[in-house]
């Protein structure tokens, strides 16, 4: 009996373990997951008019007459499409959304993920160098709560043998989240 409900609880939580996209199945029908960043950085015209699934930290946000630009810092996607906090990028690139974004809300060091047609390129500088950015339009956006520290659930299963006093011995499973 007992081994039947450690069994279930374990079910469930793997079942609850698995991603959970964070854009609609229509928007991600349309993405093209043959791209990469990588592949988007070194010539955004080639690719131009494709829809991709991009993410990663937000430098800044500039509203515009009608739009809003956010420059972001990529970062690789984890399943779900979450960027990762791990000191890896691949670059930058530029998000043109239409209408208005507060900036307070789409404020620096914020995740965000974005399918979003490749529009081409824009050059500006950082620093004393001219840096060529990959201009997306975004189709839809996830903006990553900031309290969101767990990229995955961590679950554990241990299992553990001990000794007692006596001739008696003792032991324990236990299910970590």
């Given at each position: 009996?007992?081994?039947?409900?450690?069994?279930?609880?374990?079910?469930?939580?793997?079942?609850?373990?698995?991603?959970?996209?964070v854009m609609t199945?229509?928007?991600?029908?349309?993405?093209?997951?043959?791209?990469?960043?990588?592949?988007?950085?070194?010539?955004?015209?080639?690719?131009?008019?494709?829809?991709?699934?991009?993410?990663?930290?937000?430098?800044?946000?500039?509203?515009?007459?009608?739009?809003?630009?956010?420059?972001?810092?990529?970062?690789?996607?984890?399943?779900?499409?979450?960027?990762?906090?791990?000191?890896?990028?691949?670059?930058?690139?530029?998000?043109?959304?239409?209408?208005?974004?507060?900036?307070?809300?789409y404020e620096k060091?914020?995740?965000?993920?974005?399918?979003?047609?490749?529009?081409?390129?824009?050059?500006?500088?950082?620093?004393?160098?001219?840096?060529?950015?990959?201009?997306?339009?975004?189709?839809?956006?996830?903006?990553?709560?900031?309290?969101?520290?767990?990229?995955?659930?961590?679950?554990?299963?241990?299992?553990?043998?001990?000794?007692?006093?006596?001739?008696?011995?003792?032991?324990?499973?236990?299910?970590?989240?």
């Open positions: 009996m007992v081994a039947r409900i450690v069994t279930a609880a374990c079910v469930l939580v793997l079942i609850s373990a698995c991603a959970v996209p199945p229509e928007t991600m029908e349309t993405v093209d997951k043959s791209i990469s960043f990588s592949t988007i950085q070194q010539n955004p015209d080639a690719v131009r008019g494709s829809v991709v699934l991009v993410g990663g930290q937000i430098l800044e946000t500039t509203p515009k007459e009608g739009e809003t630009w956010i420059e972001v810092l990529e970062k690789p996607l984890d399943r779900s499409g979450k960027p990762v906090s791990a000191d890896l990028s691949s670059g930058r690139f530029l998000v043109r959304f239409q209408g208005f974004l507060e900036p307070t809300i060091g914020r995740r965000l993920t974005v399918a979003g047609r490749v529009d081409g390129k824009v050059i500006r500088p950082i620093g004393e160098i001219d840096y060529t950015y990959p201009l997306l339009t975004a189709t839809e956006h996830y903006l990553w709560n900031t309290d969101d520290t767990v990229s995955s659930p961590r679950i554990g299963i241990g299992i553990g043998i001990g000794v007692g006093g006596g001739t008696r011995g003792g032991g324990a499973v236990g299910v970590e989240f």
